[in-house]
C-alpha cells in the first residue's frame, strides 16, 4: 500500500516537472509572496501620514460610524521628499557615490577579470579562490578592518609619515574618500566575476583572425574582447551600483555623521524619527531609480522584432 502510493506521488511529481506552467508558477509565485506583496504594503504606508501611535501611521482606509468606507491618501511625504534639501542631498549622493563606485569597480575589476582569463588553467582556480576568499569572513569585520588602517594612527599614516611623504596624519575616513574606498572594497568581486565568466565564453578564434588580419592587440581588445564582453560589464555593473545606492553599514561606519546616502537615511527615518511614511517613500523612489535602468537594459538587449521580420 504504502508503495503504491509513493509510486503515484513520483509519478504525480514527475507530471509537474513537465508541465511549463508549474515550473514557471514556482518561481513566479516566490517571487509574488516575498517581494510583490511586501512592496505593496510599502507602497500602502508611503501614502499615509505619521501618527503617534502604535503603528506609527494613519490607516488609508477605515469604517465610518454610518458604515461608509472613508478611503485618505496622503501626499506629503513625497512632497516633502523631493522639496527638502536634506532629502534630495542624500538622494544625490547616493547616485554620486554609487556611479564613482561603479566605474571604479569597473576600471579595476575588468583588468583583474582579464588576467585571470589569460592565466594558465591550473592557476585561474587559486586566482579566484583569492577573490571569493573575502566572502568567507563577515563583512561587518571587513568594513571594521577599514577604520583601523584610515585613522589618523592607522596603518597608512604611519607608513606616510615614516617615509617622510607628509608632515602630519590625513584625514582618511569619515568622508567621501573612505565611503568610495569601502563600496569598492566590498562590491569589487561581483563585478570581477560576470565579466571573468563572459571573457571564458569568447572564442579565441575571433582574436586569431583579427591578428593574421593585420590587427593590432590593443586595437583587438577594444574592437573585438570588449564589445563581446558587454553583457558582462553590465551584469557587473547592475550588481555594484543597485546594492551601493541603498548602502548602509559602510556610510554608517566609514562616512560620519556627513555623509548621507538612503540606507542611512531610510534607517533614520525608521528608527530615530518613527516616520515610517517617509521612509517607505524614499524606499519606493529608490526601488524605481534601480527598476527603470535595468528594464531599459533588457529592451535594449532585446532583438529587433521587425530587423529580423
Known amino acids: 500500500m504504502i508503495s503504491k502510493l509513493s509510486h503515484k506521488i513520483i509519478h504525480f511529481w514527475q507530471l509537474l516537472q513537465h508541465d511549463r506552467r508549474f515550473v514557471t508558477a514556482v518561481p513566479f509565485g516566490w517571487l509574488g509572496l516575498f517581494f510583490l506583496v511586501p512592496f505593496l504594503i510599502i507602497i500602502k504606508i508611503s501614502f499615509s501620514q505619521t501618527r503617534i501611535a502604535i503603528p506609527p501611521f494613519q490607516p488609508l482606509w477605515q469604517w465610518a460610524k454610518d458604515g461608509q468606507l472613508r478611503i485618505q491618501i496622503y501626499f506629503q511625504a513625497y512632497a516633502k521628499l523631493f522639496t527638502d534639501p536634506f532629502y534630495v542631498e542624500a538622494l544625490l549622493n547616493s547616485l554620486l557615490l554609487a ?111 583579427a591578428y593574421d588580419l593585420g590587427c593590432r592587440p590593443w586595437r583587438a581588445f577594444w574592437t573585438l574582447t570588449v564589445p563581446l564582453s558587454m553583457p558582462g560589464i553590465i551584469a557587473g555593473c547592475i550588481l555594484v551600483f543597485i546594492p551601493t545606492v541603498g548602502e548602509y553599514v559602510i556610510p554608517e561606519l566609514l562616512g560620519g555623521s556627513k555623509s548621507l546616502m538612503l540606507g542611512r537615511v531610510i534607517w533614520m527615518e525608521f528608527f530615530n524619527n518613527r516616520d515610517w511614511p517617509m521612509a517607505c517613500a524614499l524606499t519606493v523612489v529608490m526601488l524605481t531609480i534601480f527598476v527603470i535602468p535595468v528594464i531599459m537594459i533588457q529592451r535594449a538587449q532585446l532583438p529587433n522584432e521587425e530587423y529580423h521580420s
Open 99 to 209: 556611479a564613482i563606485a561603479t566605474l571604479i569597480c569597473l576600471g579595476v575589476g575588468y583588468m583583474m577579470a582579464y588576467a585571470i582569463s589569460r592565466a594558465q588553467p591550473r592557476w585561474r582556480t587559486i586566482l579566484m579562490l583569492l577573490i571569493i576568499l573575502p566572502f568567507w569572513t563577515s563583512y561587518l569585520i571587513r568594513v571594521y578592518a577599514w577604520i583601523g588602517l584610515l585613522n589618523t594612527q592607522g596603518i597608512f599614516n604611519k607608513i606616510l609619515l615614516t617615509f617622510g611623504w607628509i608632515d602630519a596624519p590625513l584625514l582618511l575616513i569619515y568622508n567621501s574618500f573612505s565611503v568610495t574606498l569601502g563600496l569598492v572594497y566590498c562590491y569589487l568581486p561581483f563585478m570581477i566575476l560576470p565579466i571573468y565568466a563572459t571573457l571564458l565564453k569568447i572564442n579565441p578564434v575571433y582574436l586569431e583572425a
